[in-house]
């Protein structure tokens, strides 16, 4: 049915492309373009041979004209850019200059500050819609998920949806004392920023990992979990009706916080360039050079992740409580796609996304974050391809 050029060869694009080979119906062929090339061959040499037909390309991300020449000679139906946030604006431009839809899975970053805000992809809303093509933004887990959630609860199960409270758990042990379940850099960088919620409208800011709760995730038990800055807080404030809070907690075991905490003080987490023997660096690149390969963790990694949300609102006039949520086993997904569920849970939204455009089920020309579609469809594909959800109308609530 149709045809997908996807940017990028690390750990989410892996499950990405191997839901692609999964789902020939509608990926009928896939081009893997990446910087490195070797890690697209790699990649094509483990999936050759099915439905998909697969093609490799070597491309830097950051420059449009090279991205476009690609997209001229591919002339794929979408564009899946799991590549990293940096990489946001050059791809949608090369978008925009040969009409192509566009679905990511993070909101674009400048280099040198760690800031999150979509409003440099939100200002290109009038030229995707005059280009007549989407950009879907955020199709990973959270943001993804989290935002098809939202919707879902507010289509079906409120009149209005007050509270929201995102909770990611990943209980999964890979035995290292310190490592990052997805790019080191961009996970450092989210994980040391300040802390932030919307509350009535408005941003309050709190100092890095200074709310903490304890919560009893299902099938996995009581964990420590902080209060973290999220990306789908903005949008998710402005696209579901009657919000007051909107709250996004992360689990951190305590010895990933010391190793973080020790870098941190030693100035290795700095996204300053600094002159090392006569050449710039910039030490969190440095420190995500010597720390292992996310990619690398799937074979050691065991445990579950359970990432959702709980709804607090009013249906019929009356209070209502929901959860939605997903539990994810770290060892199964190795066993089928050869990566952790971080990967996983990331990879599979963004097959389903890309899917959503291709099949004309979500046909919207414009920039849209997630939670602006019907959220029906995608949760039939979560169920069919390996991210079941499960609900519960008496959650324990987060105080
Ligand atoms: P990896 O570091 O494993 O992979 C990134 C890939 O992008 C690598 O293949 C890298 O190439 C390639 N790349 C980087 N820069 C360029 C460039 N300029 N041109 C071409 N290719 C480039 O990252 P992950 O797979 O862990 O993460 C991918 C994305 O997913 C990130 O944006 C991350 O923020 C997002 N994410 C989203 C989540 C969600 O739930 N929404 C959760 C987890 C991740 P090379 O091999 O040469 O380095």
């Not at 491309?59 to 940096?86: Q, S």
Request: glycine content about 8%; charged content about 25%; hydrophobic content about 35%.
């Amino acid at each position: 049915m149709g045809k997908a050029l996807i940017i990028g060869a690390g750990g989410v694009a892996s499950v990405c492309i191997h839901k692609c080979c999964q789902n020939p119906d509608v990926f009928e062929e896939i081009c893997i373009a990446s910087r490195t090339k070797s890690k697209c061959d790699a990649l094509k040499a483990k999936l050759d041979g099915g439905k998909t037909k697969i093609s490799t390309a070597q491309v830097n991300a950051d420059n449009t004209d090279e991205l476009i020449a690609l997209i001229n000679e591919f002339k794929p139906d979408v564009v899946i850019n799991l590549a990293l946030p940096y990489q946001d604006l050059t791809i949608m431009d090369a978008c925009l200059a040969t009409k192509v839809n566009y679905v990511d899975t993070a909101n674009y970053e400048p280099l040198d500050t760690a800031k999150f805000e979509y409003k440099w992809q939100w200002a290109y809303r009038e030229r995707f819609e005059n280009a007549g093509i989407t950009a879907l933004l955020g199709s990973g887990f959270d943001p993804g998920v989290t935002g098809v959630f939202s919707a879902y609860a507010m289509k079906h199960e409120f009149d209005e949806i007050n509270y929201i409270d995102i909770l990611d758990c990943n209980a999964g042990d890979h035995g290292y004392p310190f490592a990052t379940n997805f790019n080191p850099e961009i996970n450092i960088r989210e994980v040391s920023a300040k802390g932030s919620y919307i509350e009535d409208g408005k941003w309050v800011e709190t100092e890095p990992m200074e709310i903490k709760r304890v919560y009893n995730f299902p099938e996995i038990g009581e964990k420590d979990m902080y209060l973290l800055h999220h990306e789908e807080l903005e949008s998710l404030a402005l696209n579901i009706k009657g919000i007051k809070r909107i709250r996004f907690f992360m689990t951190f075991g305590q010895s990933y916080l010391t190793h973080l905490k020790c870098l941190e003080n030693v100035g290795m987490t700095s996204i300053e360039p600094i002159e090392f023997e006569g050449k710039q660096i910039v030490p969190l690149q440095f420190l995500k050079a010597v720390l292992p390969d996310p990619a690398s963790l799937g074979p050691r990694t065991k445990g579950k992740t359970n990432i959702g949300c709980i709804f607090i609102g009013k249906k019929d006039g009356k209070d209502k409580t929901y959860y939605l949520y997903n539990v994810c086993d770290h060892e199964e997904c190795y066993k089928e796609v050869g990566s952790q569920a971080v990967s996983y849970t990331t990879g599979v939204p963004a097959m389903i996304g890309a899917a959503m455009l291709i099949t004309g089920k979500w046909n919207k020309p414009g920039v849209h974050n997630i939670e602006e579609f019907d959220p029906d469809p995608f949760m039939d594909d979560l169920n069919r391809f390996g991210l079941p959800w499960k609900e519960s109308y008496e959650p324990e609530l987060v105080d």
